[in-house]
């Protein structure tokens, strides 16, 4: 089910204000914290939701400019899936090794804040080009399949929600107390 672009930038901008108040809850030493060497610190994962950010938009915005992509194909079993909950399973997800180049760089929490205050316009002009789109162009993601302009600008809210257990259990290791988050309207 692909919601309106107006709708998704709507809950984007409470998401994203969210988490960018919760960075006043941290010290500069808890958002660095690491509990181990393979568990991520509050701050790498900030700077991957960003990264990821960044990455749907661009591809929303090569299916908008129809490059780098088909009017053929559709999406897989589990990009159906996906689309039909309006959400990432309910589980953590490792990203193979091969999709990155290691753990996310560490940026300072002000660095953090201003990008995502950065980006928030960014993302409302996006979700009014994304409006406008008729969704016949379509751009390969690896595991979801043929997405469109609609569908990447939607795995951004989907992706940056997904983050808030693991926001959660970093909060935990970093011994801060965070908030809640909850959306002032639901989903329908």
């Not at 090569?62 to 999406?75: A, D, P």
């Amino acid at each position: 089910m692909t919601i309106s672009p107006t709708f998704v930038y709507n809950k984007l901008e409470e998401l994203i204000r969210y988490f960018t108040q919760e960075l006043e809850n941290y010290t500069e030493e808890q958002f660095q914290y690491k509990n181990d060497s393979d568990t991520w610190s509050l701050a790498q994962m900030y700077q991957h939701m960003y990264t990821a950010s960044t990455f749907f938009m661009y591809s929303a915005g090569n299916c908008l400019q129809q490059r780098k992509g088909s009017t053929e194909g559709e999406k897989t079993s589990t990009g159906i899936g996906l689309y039909q909950r309006n959400a990432f399973p309910d589980q953590e997800i490792k990203q193979p090794k091969e999709w990155t180049k290691g753990a996310p760089e560490a940026k300072a929490k002000e660095e953090a804040k201003n990008q995502w205050q950065e980006l928030l316009p960014k993302l409302k002009e996006l979700a009014e080009k994304v409006a406008q789109d008729d969704g016949g162009y379509k751009n390969k993601h690896v595991i979801f399949g043929m997405l469109t302009a609609a569908e990447w600008y939607q795995q951004i809210e989907m992706h940056n929600r997904h983050h808030l257990k693991q926001k959660k259990k970093l909060e935990n290791f970093a011994n801060v107390q965070g908030q809640e988050f909850q959306y002032q309207e639901p989903y329908p």
